[in-house]
């Protein structure tokens, strides 16, 4: 009995016929999910990137301005943000200006405003913030703009929903700080 089942194994296993359809059955599956996945991850990895040169744009932007700015600024450069991003989701824009006094060694919250999904720093947060910044000169000033929006993918891959959270500092250009306006003329 028991040669008879050794025998039926190996033969069993020695047999080729319709391996082929069983293969195909087997990796099919597999092979279609990684090209499907293939095309949502280059695609989130596209809205990242896209998604920080925009922070980027808006940065510079916002680096070289003279004239204060106010609401409908900040709306306007929310609404650049998120066509140079492409965003669909809801998105947020957070501008922050820090100054650093060498008399007192210490970084002062000079503004901070939002817009979408972002809440404004107090200057109770100020110092977990200013861990992430370099080194600011004495008496300089610098405009750190955040922004959050959300990578939705087309398909379901395992990826799921994820947060894009940018963080850019740059130094005021041509006016020794960014200044907000209240939009009553008095700066």
Not at 143 to 159: D, F, H, K, R, W
Request: cysteine-free.
């Amino acid at each position: 009995m028991w040669i008879r089942l050794i025998s039926a194994l190996k033969q069993f296993r020695d047999d080729t016929r319709g391996s082929v359809a069983v293969e195909a059955a087997i990796i099919l599956p597999m092979l279609l999910w990684a090209y499907v996945a293939m095309f949502v991850f280059f695609d989130a990895y596209k809205t990242r990137s896209m998604t920080e040169k925009a922070a980027f744009t808006i940065s510079d932007m916002l680096s070289r301005e003279t004239a204060a700015i106010d609401d409908y600024y900040l709306g306007s450069t929310r609404k650049l943000f998120d066509l140079l991003a492409q965003s669909d989701s809801p998105s947020g824009l957070r501008v922050t200006v820090v100054s650093y006094s060498g008399v007192t060694q210490e970084h002062s919250l000079e503004w901070s405003k939002s817009i979408g999904n972002m809440d404004e720093l107090q200057a109770p947060n100020l110092s977990d913030f200013v861990v992430r910044l370099p080194a600011i000169a004495a008496g300089e000033s610098i405009i750190v703009v955040e922004t959050l929006s959300t990578y939705e993918p087309a398909l379901n891959v395992g990826l799921g929903d994820n947060t894009i959270e940018t963080f850019i500092f740059t130094r005021p250009r041509f006016a020794p700080q960014l200044v907000w306006s209240d939009g009553d003329n008095n700066v």
